[in-house]
């Protein structure tokens, strides 16, 4: 009798750094590796750049637009062309509730819905469709020596092998749902002032 087939792991994407406007996604050895870029002359736009090390090549594969007192929008390249620039609330649906904590839904490439929603105060990503609600991708936040020094450890996103056909899509998501929250945390805090 045959041995099962070995179960792909999950593949460990971790953060350079706590922002969402500047950072790397990177695995270990490189077989992902996404660098999130906002340069000081664009503030308003956000590259995500994917690096091949074997083609040695670099592609921006997708694109975040936040101007001031405009609506977020979200272009995703082809390796030839641009896409069409549209609305973040039309790429990542909120639930209605007005809750920025409670993340989205959005549509990935082979028409698989997916939800971001939080889970003792961390992001998971499920599949709509999926009633035992088993993470596909899940944030593990950064921890700290004494909750004050350095970082101990970085921050990472754990995505599942089935996620990763639309991984492009998974950071982008998270990009935006993580910029609403923060917003929303800052908002918060300025009205309780």
């Known amino acids: 009798m045959p041995a099962p087939p070995k179960v792909e792991p999950p593949h460990k994407l971790t953060f350079a750094t706590n922002s969402v406007w500047n950072t790397t996604f990177a695995a270990e050895g490189d077989k992902f590796y996404y660098e999130i870029v906002t340069r000081f002359w664009h503030p308003h736009l956000t590259k995500i750049n994917q ?18 007192k405009k609506e977020v929008k979200v272009r995703f390249n082809m390796p030839n062309a641009e896409g ?8 990542v649906k909120t639930d209605g509730s007005g809750i ?8 990935a ?37 004494f909750f004050v020094f ?21 950071i982008v998501s ?4 993580e910029r609403r929250r923060r917003q929303a945390k800052i908002r918060i805090k300025l009205e309780h002032k």
Do not use: Q
Request: charge should be negative.
């Open 84 to 91: 069409e620039w549209i609305r973040a609330s039309d790429f």
């Open 174 to 177: 998270y990009l935006v749902v």
């Open 150 to 170: 350095r970082m101990s450890h970085h921050a990472w996103l754990e995505v599942k092998p089935e996620a990763a056909v639309a991984l492009e899509k998974v």
């Open 109 to 145: 490439g082979d028409g698989v819905t997916y939800r971001w929603k939080t889970h003792k105060r961390r992001f998971r990503l499920v599949k709509v469709d999926d009633e035992d609600k088993i993470p596909l991708a899940e944030y593990h936040p950064y921890k700290r020596h």
């Open 51 to 68: 690096y091949d090390y074997e083609a040695r090549v670099v592609n921006c594969v997708a694109e975040i637009e936040s101007l001031p």
């Open 100 to 107: 920025p904590e409670s993340g989205g839904t959005f549509t």
